[in-house]
């Protein structure tokens, strides 16, 4: 779950990490007030889920109320593109009205689970305010990274470590110190899986200020934070991914044009190395779990042909305890709701009652094509894509 920047930087402050003075705004009026309030230069920033916000125009410096309120206006109620979106953006409901602060070096600091070390790192680069995937790409060695063992937690000499490694002075290492025992243990007590501050201001006068912050809270743990839970913006999200959130069913969206429904996430991942080994692209990543009844099927293939993009549809089961009948009845009665929607299916079945399956389904109206073997599946899709 993602977290927008005004929603980050209220956490980082309840737990002592400095961000600069701002206010939510909704409408040009409430940007126009909140600038009169913080006064002098403020910073105008769209609150989206996506990075590259400055380059797509979704940051604007302005010295006015008069100036907020137009930044405001032009920001409110569109949609920003950025790299980080599609084509069709994402849009803006609220933006952030900070204080301008005074600004000597841009630093780099994030958190994140590491599957290699089973734990959390501490990634740092004096390279801040940039994109951080072209410095590690680019210039590798400008990128600073510092395993937490888990039992112990963040140790002070690591804290000390990261500080020198950012070239902090020596009347800074004491608070960057303390900074980032308050990151991790913010990190920890709110189940993130990604925390990024950049940049990481040093202002003119030597603080060290959070200028920006995302933070991604671990799906399977939101339930553990109800303040957590009521900041979700289903607003930045794929309404595809929401609607199967909402039915219990694992799907992301991808940009391909097959459609992938499996039972299994192993099965899913080699479900979808067949589509791209054929030369089509997956559209998506879509696992119906074990104990899916025939409603919870139809709505899974429902969510897939709902995606354009999409030309056809490829089907891996393999039957335990969700039954291939089961299974088959699900997509014969999505189709039969959405007759509009359907397009060519490529269905592999194994396992209980795979033979009634894949009898339901050839008896069907449905443009089904029946396979026994992933390699069939491979060149049949490939046709089709």
């Given at each position: 779950?993602?977290?927008?920047?005004?929603?980050?930087?209220?956490?980082?402050?309840?737990?002592?990490?400095?961000?600069?003075?701002?206010?939510?705004?909704?409408?040009?009026?409430?940007?126009?007030?909140?600038?009169?309030?913080?006064?002098?230069?403020?910073?105008?920033?769209?609150?989206?889920?996506?990075?590259?916000?400055?380059?797509?125009?979704?940051?604007?410096?302005?010295?006015?109320?008069?100036?907020?309120?137009?930044?405001?206006?032009?920001?409110?109620?569109?949609?920003?593109?950025?790299?980080?979106?599609?084509?069709?953006?994402?849009?803006?409901?609220?933006?952030?009205?900070?204080?301008?602060?005074?600004?000597?070096?841009?630093?780099?600091?994030?958190?994140?689970?590491?599957?290699?070390?089973?734990?959390?790192?501490?990634?740092?680069?004096?390279?801040?305010?940039v994109n951080i995937e072209e410095v590690a790409e680019n210039s590798p060695e400008k990128?600073?990274?510092?395993?937490?063992?888990?039992?112990?937690?963040?140790?002070?000499?690591?804290?000390?470590?990261?500080?020198?490694?950012?070239?902090?002075?020596?009347?800074?290492?004491?608070?960057?110190?303390?900074?980032?025992?308050?990151?991790?243990?913010?990190?920890?007590?709110?189940?993130?899986?990604?925390?990024?501050?950049?940049?990481?201001?040093?202002?003119?006068?030597?603080?060290?200020?959070?200028?920006?912050?995302?933070?991604?809270?671990?799906?399977?743990?939101?339930?553990?934070?109800?303040?957590?839970?009521?900041?979700?913006?289903?607003?930045?999200?794929?309404?595809?991914?929401?609607?199967?959130?909402?039915?219990?069913?694992?799907?992301?969206?991808?940009?391909?044009?097959?459609?992938?429904?499996?039972?299994?996430?192993?099965?899913?991942?080699?479900?979808?190395?067949?589509?791209?080994?054929?030369?089509?692209?997956?559209?998506?990543?879509?696992?119906?779990?074990?104990?899916?009844?025939?409603?919870?099927?139809?709505?899974?293939?429902?969510?897939?042909?709902?995606?354009?993009?999409?030309?056809?549809?490829?089907?891996?089961?393999?039957?335990?305890?969700?039954?291939?009948?089961?299974?088959?009845?699900?997509?014969?009665?999505?189709?039969?709701?959405?007759?509009?929607?359907?397009?060519?299916?490529?269905?592999?079945?194994?396992?209980?009652?795979?033979?009634?399956?894949?009898?339901?389904?050839?008896?069907?109206?449905?443009?089904?094509?029946?396979?026994?073997?992933?390699?069939?599946?491979?060149?049949?899709?490939?046709?089709?894509?």
């Open positions: 779950m993602k977290l927008h920047e005004f929603q980050s930087k209220e956490i980082l402050s309840e737990y002592g990490i400095p961000v600069p003075l701002g206010k939510v705004a909704r409408t040009p009026s409430q940007a126009a007030t909140a600038a009169f309030d913080l006064g002098g230069t403020v910073v105008v920033k769209a609150q989206v889920h996506a990075g590259g916000r400055g380059n797509a125009g979704g940051i604007k410096v302005v010295k006015t109320p008069g100036a907020a309120e137009e930044a405001a206006a032009a920001m409110l109620g569109s949609n920003l593109i950025t790299f980080q979106t599609g084509p069709e953006g994402v849009p803006i409901e609220n933006v952030l009205i900070e204080e301008g602060i005074e600004i000597a070096e841009e630093l780099y600091l994030g958190m994140v689970i590491d599957g290699s070390t089973k734990g959390v790192v501490v990634i740092a680069s004096k390279s801040g305010g990128i600073l990274q510092i395993p937490i063992d888990p039992v112990l937690g963040l140790q002070g000499f690591q804290g000390r470590q990261i500080a020198y490694g950012l070239g902090l002075s020596q009347s800074q290492v004491r608070s960057a110190s303390i900074l980032l025992e308050n990151l991790y243990r913010l990190f920890i007590a709110t189940d993130a899986s990604l925390l990024e501050i950049n940049p990481l201001v040093v202002t003119t006068d030597g603080t060290l200020v959070a200028a920006d912050a995302k933070i991604n809270i671990d799906d399977d743990a939101v339930y553990r934070h109800k303040n957590i839970q009521e900041m979700a913006d289903p607003s930045q999200e794929d309404p595809l991914e929401v609607q199967a959130r909402e039915s219990d069913i694992n799907y992301v969206k991808l940009d391909g044009n097959i459609g992938c429904i499996v039972n299994g996430a192993g099965l899913a991942m080699a479900t979808m190395d067949v589509a791209s080994a054929a030369g089509a692209a997956p559209a998506n990543f879509l696992d119906i779990g074990g104990g899916a009844d025939e409603e919870k099927v139809a709505k899974a293939l429902t969510l897939v042909l709902s995606d354009l993009n999409v030309k056809a549809v490829l089907v891996n089961l393999f039957g335990g305890i969700l039954r291939c009948d089961i299974a088959a009845r699900g997509f014969v009665m999505a189709v039969e709701r959405n007759r509009e929607l359907e397009r060519p299916m490529v269905v592999r079945m194994l396992g209980t009652n795979s033979e009634e399956g894949r009898k339901i389904l050839t008896s069907s109206n449905l443009k089904v094509t029946i396979v026994e073997t992933l390699d069939e599946a491979a060149k049949a899709i490939s046709k089709l894509s």
